[in-house]
T-cell receptor
């Protein structure tokens, strides 16, 4: 299985600021995903980030609020822009090596608190 | 749209007792099915998965799950719970239809009492 690391592991931010979360994978993968897990809730997919194409956002998420970069096959970033307390969540990077009979792996998450 | 229901928000089990966590899905065809565990402060770890074939699947840490098509269920079981099993458990489905991703249930928090 792939090893996924995220930085920072946690942060406390002020309202109105932005935070960029980094996701590093130890192998080349095509499909990467960003999820949000709000307190006491399940995981919600924010967007799919495939290398070489624009990120695809799910309903309720927009690029201006959550810009994503995918410069190569081992790295991605998610920025949470103009933060408000409602953005306090765990943000998880995820990947899968293919669509058919393939597992989806998750990073350790970034715990974000917005004051 | 597909959905996943985990009807139990919290479950408390005595150490050594058996465990069953429920999961039901709503989808026209048989999706791929997964159980993940999330320990406090940790990411998600895959416990087991069902793609096809034998409907009773074995996973890591002594867990198993049974797919029942007639009930649209994929319940997770363990015959004897250990204190280290205390965590949140998520059931997830994948539609297995081209460009699809995981849909998660709301999770069940397992508490283990001495």
């Amino acid at each position: 299985s792939a090893v996924i690391s995220q930085k920072p592991s946690r942060d406390i931010c002020q309202r109105g600021t932005s935070l960029t979360i980094q996701c590093q994978v130890d192998s080349q993968v095509t499909m990467m995903f960003w999820y949000r897990q709000q307190p006491g809730q399940s995981l919600t997919l924010i967007a799919t980030a495939n290398q070489g194409s624009e990120a695809t956002y799910e309903s309720g998420f927009v690029i201006d609020k959550f810009p994503i970069s995918r410069p190569n096959l081992t790295f991605s970033t998610l920025t949470v822009s103009n933060m408000s307390p409602e953005d306090s969540s765990i943000y998880l990077c995820s990947l899968r090596s293919g669509w058919v009979n393939n597992e989806q792996f998750f990073g350790p998450g970034t715990r974000l608190t917005v004051l | 749209a597909q959905s996943v229901t985990q009807p139990d928000i919290h479950i408390t089990v005595s150490e050594g007792a058996s465990l069953e966590l429920r999961c039901n899905y709503s989808y026209g065809a048989t999706p791929y099915l997964f159980w993940y565990v999330q320990s406090p402060g940790q990411g998600l770890q895959l416990l087991l998965k069902y793609f096809s074939g034998d409907t009773l699947v074995q996973g890591i840490k002594g867990f198993e799950a049974e797919f029942k098509r007639s009930q649209s269920s994929f319940n997770l079981r363990k015959p004897s719970v250990h204190w280290s099993d205390a965590a949140e458990y998520f059931c997830a489905v994948d539609m297995n239809s081209g460009y699809s991703t995981l849909t998660f249930g709301k999770g069940t928090m397992l508490l283990v009492s001495p």
